[in-house]
C-alpha cells in the first residue's frame, strides 16, 4: 500500500429511490458519488455532511454506513509527467436521504448533477460508484471491499441534465458559461473518480 488518503462519500437518494451523481467537467468525466476528503481531526459524519453540502448544495440526512471501501492505486511505473503513483483511498460512503425537495445552495462550478435510478446508473461510472449504488441498494451494511482503480479512454459525453430546473447556462462541457472551470480543491478526490491525480493532493 502506498500512501493513503481517507474520504468520504455518500449514495444520497430523493424519494423515488434516485440517486445522486456528480459529473465533473474536466479530465475522464465519469460519474461519481458526491464527497469529499477528511480535514485534519474530522469525523468521516461531519466530513459527509459537510462535503456533499459544498460540492452538491444538498442538505442530507445521514442513514447509515454503508461500508468502508479501499480504492487501489494501479500498480507498475508511473507515467511521465505525474509526481507520483496515486496515493490509494479509503472511502467510508453512506446511505443518506436527500433532506428537503430542493438544495439549499449552488453546486461547485464544474459539477453537474444528475439524479438517476440504481438499476439504470450511466455507463461512464467510477468502480467505487458502481459497487457502492449496488451494495446500498440491496440493503448491504458494514461492507469492507476493495475496489480498484481502472482508467477509461477520454471520450466526450453528452452534458447531464441538471438537478433542478432554473440553474445557470453551461456550455457542452457543462461548465458555466463564463467558460471557465472554476472549481476549488474541496470535494471528491480525483482518485476516486478516476481521474488523474492532482500532485498537489498528496498527503
Not at 509526481?83 to 439549499?104: C, I, K, M, N, Y
Amino acid at each position: 500500500m502506498g500512501a493513503l488518503t481517507w474520504a468520504v462519500a455518500a449514495v444520497v437518494s430523493d424519494d423515488t429511490g434516485r440517486v445522486l451523481l456528480c459529473q465533473q467537467g474536466r479530465g475522464e468525466r465519469r460519474y461519481a458519488l458526491p464527497g469529499g476528503r477528511l480535514r485534519p481531526a474530522e469525523s468521516p459524519v461531519r466530513a459527509a455532511l459537510r462535503d456533499i453540502r459544498t460540492e452538491t448544495g444538498w442538505d442530507i440526512e445521514l442513514v447509515d454506513l454503508v461500508g468502508v471501501y479501499h480504492l487501489t492505486g494501479p500498480t507498475g511505473d508511473t507515467p511521465a509527467g505525474r509526481a507520483g503513483p496515486l496515493p490509494d483511498v479509503l472511502v467510508h460512503v453512506f446511505r443518506a436521504r436527500a433532506a428537503g425537495v430542493r438544495p439549499t445552495a449552488d453546486p461547485l462550478p464544474g459539477c453537474r448533477l444528475s439524479w438517476h435510478a440504481p438499476t439504470a446508473l450511466p455507463g461512464a461510472v467510477t468502480p467505487l460508484t458502481r459497487a457502492a449504488v449496488t451494495d446500498a441498494t440491496a440493503g448491504r451494511s458494514g461492507v469492507l471491499r476493495d475496489v480498484p482503480w481502472v482508467p477509461v479512454a477520454c471520450a466526450p459525453l453528452p452534458a447531464a441534465r441538471p438537478a433542478e430546473e432554473g440553474r445557470p447556462a453551461t456550455d457542452q462541457d457543462g461548465r458555466p458559461e463564463t467558460g471557465q472551470d472554476e472549481r476549488p480543491g474541496a470535494g471528491q478526490p480525483p482518485e476516486q473518480r478516476g481521474e488523474a491525480a492532482d500532485p498537489s493532493l498528496h498527503p
